[in-house]
């Protein structure tokens, strides 16, 4: 009788841990590792934006979803393609993470085989090259696209007085995408390139290009430079009075960045950008995000912080739909296609490249309230990667 009261506790407990077992599973943790510039120069601002919108939406939705309980684990990479490299492999393996976010271009491309080999859903939530989610089919953007500011830039300028201009851009990936798609539509349009130049992307010195720029007299300088460079850029060519001197600058949304623009001083003022978002749109969400944002962290959300804010909402709406379901394939399928009300505006994932889809806005630079804002103007509905996309 022992024997049999012993061997039917064993039975129940085993029972009752297989029921424990399934209502884990049911709550099971999924991990979301994150590589994104914490520290470092020029790109740190990209991961304190990163954060603060991840955290931002997490707070606002809870933890757990669809019964998955979501862990995000915060990495920084300094910007450094072998860091991130290693903290990904790092965040694979010893930490099993589901789902991986990462940051900037030369760190999303140095980490496209870990994912692609471990068919882990990855969201580019920084990188602004055409190329980067060419390189693993388990990338989905939820930033930016640099091309499809640069192509409706081209195409606004054209028809707005500029005939002749510059481009000016830094020698990496970003940088030449943006000169390209500029070049591209701006011929299309019937517009002059007089000359492309290209600078080092680590410490450029702006002085003998401000001058040659001054010296070749376009009627507009295409300028992209990335983080505060660009603003630093935009300011000096202001300063050395190059503003007065009938050259318009022209730019993607970096060149008067949110999160810098109210340190750049009232020389910026009437400055025309092409951009995806600023946090002077004008709609119901955008100025809840605003608010919700701004105090949270005392400081104003750009661009890039929806990569993070909107990247966690592909996540979340994914796992509503597969139930819960992590895997990677699966996952992706129900990524592909979305759509949804952003801060940004109208936003999608484009099912066959795995872009983001999003309006360009025009817009120029007005004080309001006495802080700068880009206010848009002019707007380009449901722009798709240029690069990619068959365009006119």
Known sequence: MILRRTMLKGVAAIAAAGVLVRNAGAQEVLKMGISIPMTGAGFNAVGRQLAAAIKLYVQQHGEVVAGRKIEIIVRDDGGIADNARRIVQEMIVNEKVGLIGIGITPTSLAIAPLVTEGKIPTLVLSSGASITVTKSPYMVRAGFVLAQQSWIMAEWAAKNGSKRAV???????PGIEAETAFKTRFIQAGGEIIESIRIPLANPDFAPFLQRIRDIKPDTA???FPGP???VFAKQFAERGLANSGIKIIGPGDLTD?????TMGDQMLGMVTAGPYSAAHDSAVNKAYVSAFETANNFRPNFVSLGGYDGMHLIYEALKKTGGNADGDALLAAMKGMAWQSPRGPTSIDPETRDVVNNIYIRKVDKIRGQLYN????????VKDPMKAGTK
């Open 229 to 231: 460079q660009a603003g």
């Open 375 to 382: 206010t848009e103007f002019v707007t380009y509905e449901a």
């Open 222 to 224: 295409f300028i992209y």
């Open 258 to 262: 949110d999160d810098g623009l109210n």
């Open 167 to 173: 481009t000016l851009v830094n020698d990496w990936a």
